[in-house]
């Protein structure tokens, strides 16, 4: 035994006498792990979280979070003798009198888009793959909880500066707060302690921004690792991976390794992005007053659909014994906002609903063998493009010199029409992969080679499959679609009532698929040969 | 179509197969070297990072093809720090790909929900110290219980109302009264209507009597915009006409949307657009929305001149402006 074993043993001895975790630590460390890059996705947003907890953290010694005013006397001359809020002040102090104050600034912002893209991007992977099917609903709930968080957050965040950017944001929140019906003004009036834009705001929300939703983010990732780890990870489907077991690498050393590296490896691109890419330059806006606002005003990306609609609103609003409702604000800033992301909350259990299926599945889904879900993401996806690209349509126009009002319009109509086409037509794609397949198993692959037969006739040559590819393309279940709901002996319609005739409608719908090949069909094919 | 068979037999894991590193000493040795040039790349930038920290002035700008001009001490303190970070991750990645086992390992994986024997004991369990503690057979208790639980929330909820003042009339009101003078922001000084020439266009501000500050606050309701056409531009109705001056019209600058200030003014086509939503009022018809999601004009406040010749407020604003809001009277 050599000296470090030894050493290594004795610490073991020591923690476990006093925890009895050996058993515990035992299974820990050798938990196996699948490996696939898609699963990266979410260590992503765990990783630049923690780089927001420790750059946010830096940046709290020197940010005053006041609207007090005051005079600026720091370096950057430009500004010098302006009148703004000690919050703008002291984050133009950041910025250009605390070394390495502006490359902090740049990383937590973009550690900010780079948490938000991976959320997003991990939220697709789960959605495309059903990786949220039973038993991981309770995880994907708490997913869509923390990308509703991580939008507040970051809009939080930026407005912190007191930039005439942010401020302008913050002025538009405050009108969406003040077209809530009746209680509107009311709460406009506390959440800013008063008018708009008051003394008091942005102290309130520096504690909401550092305090309380990290606190809460802290529990949901907290709970939904625990979960993952409970519930062990899924995993993509291939020879030797079932539904009762794992397959990858065990977490020490191979998986300390590749994660705590991938830790680094995010934490280096984050830094170099903030050190070569500016971000937010708040000096060039200035301070914030109602009075101003700068051309191309736009917020950060993951706020920009929901720009996007508020801006192609149709000017909407019912006047009726003395008061105002303001359609053109509650539809598509709260409304519609609601919709989607209380619908996103639950589609779990409208798909288990659908399909009729309430059991457990830890092998992931090929995108083409879910058409309806996938179509579903894709309509999803188009909606939120088309809608932040009406976010951005002020920038667009200017860029390559196009209407405004086209764009508008172009978006109008397009946020209706194109999500449905892109339902279509995801749909059929899915479906002629899934016919793709079927070829591929039945008649081998194309391989580009053409033969000349003696008699003249020109084929080309197909390859079967590995027996691994084959199994690989066939693995999934086509379940069986419910029966549809018909008039019963006694002529009575709906026998099961409209609910079911719905469920019925939609799994039929749901389960469109091309069947796979069956055993008398590969039978068939090889006495061909 | 229903499974009408089972799957191709699964064939079963691939075969493993050995990297060089795991077979050749010498490709072993390689990669062993591989990851420690790594580390010290991390080295490098970590004295990189304290040399630009200590080392390079803050007041040296170099230019970046695309970025622009750069500050070159904070540029190196961040690439210093993204290679001392970066390559870290990078060796322990490389390690662990080359030199760690790469054999794949299988767990196996039970069912998420419980034995049925565990599940009937917790069932059991519950429903035992439950019918331990009687509450339903004490419905006395159970109800009082849910009403003081309901209650003692009202309590935080209570305390959040000293958040703010009520909003009482404020948003119905400006500073604008009649009479009151029409000053230049910045630089709050009177105006008079030879000031501004056709086609120009002024920030305005009511004046304060002496020791009165202006906050925030006052700017996000005050705030005016006068522009000045040629009078025959107008569309009019006779009592709006009436509230211009020798062509000069007074809109307040806080849009009827979401209340950004409407600050993009095209002089050829008349046309004011507010750069957050894009509504678009055209001035020559008082205001009128003639796109975007704005749905009222732009409040119009009645100009005209007082005995020094400077222009004034004839009355204060006659409806509400900024946003809408429940209370907001719009006829």
């Not at chain 2, 002035?57 to 070159?72: C, Q």
């Not at chain 2, 190196?76 to 290679?83: I, K, R, S, Y």
């Not at chain 2, 000031?195 to 020791?211: H, I, R, S």
């Not at chain 2, 678009?280 to 007082?306: E, H, N, S, W, Y």
Request: net charge neutral.
């Amino acid at each position: 035994m050599s000296a470090r074993e030894r050493v290594a043993g004795q610490v073991a001895n020591y923690v476990d006498e006093r925890t009895g975790a050996a058993k515990w630590l035992k299974k820990t460390l050798t938990k196996v792990f699948p490996d696939h890059w898609s699963f990266m996705l979410g260590e992503v947003v765990l990783y630049s979280f923690i780089i927001l907890l420790l750059s946010g953290t830096f940046l709290t010694f020197w940010f005053d979070p006041s609207m007090r005013e005051v005079e600026y006397e720091g370096s950057y001359e430009p500004l010098s003798g302006l009148k703004m809020s000690a919050a703008y002040a002291s984050t133009l102090h950041i910025s250009f009198d605390v070394r390495g104050g502006l490359l902090m600034r740049q990383i937590h912002h973009w550690a900010a888009l780079i948490f938000m893209a991976a959320m997003v991007a991990h939220l697709m992977r789960v959605f495309f793959t059903g990786a949220f099917r039973k038993p991981r609903e309770f995880n994907w709930i708490i997913g869509v909880g923390l990308l509703t968080l991580g939008i507040v957050e970051g809009f939080l965040g930026y407005s912190l500066p007191d930039d005439l950017l942010s401020g302008t944001g913050i002025r538009i929140a405050e009108a969406i707060i003040q077209a809530l019906p009746v209680v509107g003004s009311y709460l406009a009036y506390f959440v800013f302690g008063g008018a708009f834009p008051g003394e008091v705001f942005i102290q309130r929300i520096y504690t909401v921004h550092i305090l309380l939703i990290p606190g809460i983010f802290l529990a949901l990732i907290t709970a939904h690792l625990m979960l993952v780890w409970y519930q062990k990870h899924t995993q993509y489907p291939g020879p030797g991976r079932t539904e009762k077991n794992v397959v990858g690498y065990p977490l020490m050393p191979v998986y300390m390794a590749k994660a705590g590296g991938f830790f680094f490896i995010v934490f280096g691109i984050t830094a170099f992005l903030g050190a070569v890419a500016s971000i937010n330059p708040i000096w060039l806006y200035g301070p914030y007053t109602p009075g101003q606002i700068s051309a191309g005003s736009q917020p950060d990306w993951y706020m920009g659909w929901l720009d996007g609609l508020v801006r192609m609103a149709p000017p909407l609003e019912t006047h009726a014994f003395g008061h105002t409702i303001s359609w053109n604000i509650l539809i598509p800033g709260l409304i519609i906002p609601g919709i989607i992301f209380t619908g996103m909350a639950l589609y779990p259990f409208i798909e288990s609903w659908m399909t009729g299926d309430k059991r457990e599945h830890h092998l992931l889904d090929r995108p083409r063998n879910a058409p309806n879900r996938t179509a579903l993401g894709a309509m999803s996806i188009t909606f939120m493009l088309v809608a932040l690209i009406n976010g951005g349509n002020d920038l667009i126009a200017t860029h390559f010199a196009l209407s405004i009002n086209q764009i508008m319009w172009f978006t109008r109509i397009g946020i209706i029409v194109l999500p449905p086409l892109a339902f279509v037509i995801t749909k059929r794609i899915c479906l002629s992969l899934q016919r793709a397949d079927r070829e591929k198993v039945l008649h081998g692959r194309e391989t580009g080679r053409l033969v000349m037969l003696p008699h003249g006739e020109f084929i080309e040559v197909h390859e079967p499959l590995s027996p691994e590819k084959a199994y690989l393309l066939t693995q999934h279940e086509q379940l069986p679609a419910l029966e549809p709901v018909v008039a019963d002996a006694n002529g009575v319609r709906n026998p099961k009532g409209a609910r079911a005739k719905l469920q019925a409608r939609l799994s039929q719908a749901n389960q469109e698929q091309i069947a796979k090949p069956t055993s008398k069909e590969m039978l068939e094919i090889e006495d061909h040969h | 179509m229903t499974n009408e068979i089972a799957p191709l037999t699964d064939p079963g894991l691939p075969e493993h197969i050995h990297r060089k590193a795991d077979v050749d000493p010498k490709a072993a040795k390689k990669a062993e070297r591989q990851v420690g040039i790594l580390f010290l790349l991390s080295v490098l930038g970590t004295l990189l990072f304290i040399y630009a920290y200590v080392g390079i002035d803050e007041s040296i700008f170099i230019f970046l093809p695309v970025m622009g001009n750069t500050n070159a001490h904070q540029l190196f303190l961040g690439l210093g720090l993204a290679m001392a970070l970066f390559f870290i991750g990078m060796a322990a990645v490389h390690w662990a790909k080359t030199l760690m086992p790469d054999h794949e390992v299988i767990d196996h994986r039970k069912e998420q929900r419980s034995k049925d024997e565990d599940r009937s004991a917790f069932v059991s369990t519950v429903k035992e110290r439950a019918g331990e503690a009687g509450l339903g057979r004490r419905p006395f208790i159970k109800r009082t219980m849910g009403l003081a639980l309901g209650l003692v929330g009202l309590s935080p909820i209570l305390l959040l109302r000293d958040l703010g003042p009520l909003p009482e009339n404020e948003l119905n009101e400006t500073n604008w009264k009649a009479g009151t003078r029409l000053v230049t922001d910045p630089g709050d000084r009177p105006i008079k209507p030879s000031d501004l020439e056709v086609g120009g266009v002024a920030q305005v501000q009511p004046a304060f009597p002496e020791g009165k500050e202006r906050h925030l606050d006052d700017i996000a309701k005050d705030s005016v915009l006068l522009i000045r056409i040629r009078p025959e531009e107008f569309n009019l109705d006779p009592e709006r006409l009436s509230w211009t001056y020798e062509g000069i019209i007074a809109f307040s600058k806080i849009c009827s949307h979401m209340g950004c200030a409407v600050a993009l003014y095209e002089q050829t086509t008349k046309h004011l657009l507010c750069p957050c939503h894009q509504s678009t009022f055209d001035v020559t018809r008082a205001a009128k929305v003639i796109f975007g999601p704005a749905a009222r004009p732009l409040p119009q406040l009645a100009i005209g001149v007082d005995s020094e010749g400077y222009l004034v407020a004839k009355a204060p604003f006659n409806e509400a402006v900024g946003p809408s809001f429940w209370e907001r009277d719009s006829k």
